[in-house]
């Protein structure tokens, strides 16, 4: 069965500079879930998106953005990156708003030097 | 602060022994779901109790839940050195739509 896919699955960048996760859902899903998971912690919330609209927010530092295109793909935007960026980053995507069951894709490791 | 805190931080027992693992959260839930992670890797699902059900199993898993203290347990019995892991618990909240809330994890460590 396909599962959500996540690229690219490692990203080194510099502080200041900016990078791009994506977020491929499966097939039919019209939901994306953005969290992000620091060294040693829990995955933290950070923004979702349900039929191509921003459906809630959550600990998202205003330096990122994202959006979710008509192919129901979804793009995680980072600028002035930090050092505190450095961090799993998981999509999941889901059936319709307000469901049960998140599908969590690999995670996007991203190292900030 | 974080809707889940789980005990014990980190469990480490022998191969056939079982593990418990215990999750406490705050608010009102819709439905309270464990996962498992390898070593920094994704995030696995493992099973998912609604607010109206009391206990459910799932091969070696048997989960728990009592909304009156507002806690979940994970039970893994006749634990193998594969199940080494961090495990996560997390909350979809009544008031906070779909987003999970993830407790601190457990890191269970199974020795063989």
């Known amino acids: 069965a396909a599962g959500v896919i996540q690229s690219p699955r490692h990203l080194i960048k510099e502080k200041r500079e900016t990078a791009t996760l994506k977020c491929y859902p499966i097939?039919?899903?019209?939901?994306v879930y953005w969290y992000q998971q620091g060294p040693g912690q829990d995955p933290q919330f950070l923004i979702s998106?349900?039929?191509?609209?921003?459906?809630d927010k959550g600990s998202i530092p205003d330096r990122f953005s994202a959006q979710q295109f008509s192919d129901y793909h979804s793009e995680l935007n980072m600028s002035s990156l930090e050092l505190g960026d450095s961090a799993l980053y998981f999509c999941?995507?889901?059936?319709?708003?307000?469901?049960?069951?998140?599908?969590f894709g690999p995670g996007t490791r991203l190292t900030v030097l | 602060s974080q809707q889940g805190e789980e005990d014990p931080q980190a469990l480490s027992i022998q191969e056939g022994e079982n593990a418990t693992m215990n999750c406490s959260y705050k608010?009102?839930?819709?439905?309270l779901q464990w996962y498992r992670q390898n070593s920094g890797r994704g995030l696995v699902h493992l099973i998912l109790?609604?607010?109206?059900?009391r206990e459910k199993h799932s091969g070696r898993l048997r989960v728990t839940l009592d909304t009156s203290k507002k806690s979940s347990s994970l039970l893994i019995t006749a634990s193998r050195a594969a199940d080494t892991a961090s495990y996560f618990c997390?909350?979809?909240?009544?008031?906070?739509?779909?987003?999970?809330?993830f407790g601190e994890g457990t890191q269970l460590t199974v020795n063989p």
């Open positions: 999941a995507s889901a059936i319709g708003f307000n469901t049960d069951t998140q599908y």
């Open positions: 097939p039919r899903h019209d939901t």
């Open positions: 998106f349900y039929e191509k609209m921003q459906s």
């Open positions: 608010t009102s839930i819709n439905n």
């Open positions: 109790i609604r607010s109206n059900e």
């Open positions: 997390a909350t979809d909240a009544e008031t906070s739509g779909s987003r999970l809330t």
